[in-house]
């Protein structure tokens, strides 16, 4: 099942965005180690040929290119910590979660003093999109690299885009997840809109979909809302929240105003305090149908 014809790629986080990584990467004919704090997705992930390490050190020392896709800051300045404890030769680490510039650099530095190279390379798509390989990576922090690590980054997306300077990566998803945040709302408010006005909520999808409203978050998203079905999330309210606070502030910071934005991040609050935490983003229709008193007859669809 694991060929490693390719070469070998470690990755650190097997989560939604990690393990579909690791899985694509196996199924291209690469050699993955990989590892996760959870037991239940290492051994998920073992199923599909991931080999799976002992610890993130372990990985560095099975894999001189790793991928690290972890949900919160912490887990990266432990990471960057214990890899750069290890005394390892070289390593690359293409970081490709969305923190603040600031934990990034800070874990560039204790990599960069222990010999090894912090790449910022965060994603565009969902957990969905990234199955199938529909993602883009904005790469920075070093061309060189990035350049040979093509072949690596076509294993598990249709694009890579080198922005320069290490940060620019994560500048740029910033950018495309605002767009997300207030997409995915928008698409929501629509079918609220829809069944509020007596129209079925696939009627709804149908159409939207032919027409010039239509987005690619209202392809992903809105079928979930048409079913009222948010239990198999490919971004989870809980983890989104934190880029949503990553994206506000940047903003806040370099003073660009954001109203759309900022009045979208209320309604993923309020998904966040009704109980929505662990479900897919595109719950927040739940909340705006609770607002506007709709009331479905329809069973919900499994």
Not at 8 to 23: R, S
Request: contains cysteine; glycine residues 10%; aromatic residues 6%.
């Amino acid at each position: 099942m694991v060929s490693g014809n390719k070469g070998v790629v470690g990755i650190i986080g097997l989560g939604i965005m990690g393990g579909a990584f690791a899985e694509n990467l196996v199924a291209a004919g690469w050699r993955v180690v990989g590892y996760d704090i959870a037991a239940a997705r290492r051994k998920a992930l073992a199923r599909t040929g991931v080999v799976i390490a002992a610890d993130a050190v372990d990985v560095a020392r099975q894999a001189k290119t790793i991928i690290t896709s972890l949900p919160k800051p912490e887990a990266l300045a432990a990471t960057a910590a214990a890899i750069a404890k290890a005394g390892l030769p070289r390593r690359v680490i293409v970081e490709a979660s969305t923190f603040t510039i600031d934990d990034k650099s800070r874990a560039q530095a204790v990599l960069h003093k222990a010999g090894h190279v912090l790449l910022d390379c965060p994603v565009s798509g969902t957990g969905a999109q990234a199955k199938v390989k529909d993602l883009v990576v904005y790469a920075s922090g070093g061309s060189a690299e990035i350049k040979r690590l093509r072949p690596m980054f076509a294993a598990f997306g249709r694009g890579v885009f080198d922005l320069g300077e290490f940060g620019n990566g994560s500048r740029m998803k910033y950018v495309a997840n605002l767009l997300v945040a207030i997409h995915n709302v928008a698409t929501a408010e629509a079918m609220v809109l829809g069944m509020k006005a007596g129209l079925p909520p696939q009627t709804v999808f149908d159409l939207v979909k032919t027409g010039a409203g239509n987005s690619r978050i209202f392809e992903l998203r809105a079928p979930m809302m048409v079913k009222d079905r948010y239990d198999h999330p490919t971004m989870k309210i809980s983890v989104w929240q934190k880029d949503m606070d990553v994206i506000g502030s940047y903003a806040r910071k370099i003073k660009v105003p954001t109203p759309m934005f900022d009045a979208s991040s209320r309604i993923y609050e309020k998904a966040l305090k009704s109980g929505h935490g662990g479900e897919d983003t595109a719950a927040v229709c739940a909340v705006l149908e609770k607002m506007a008193g709709v009331k479905r007859t329809t069973k919900k669809k499994r």
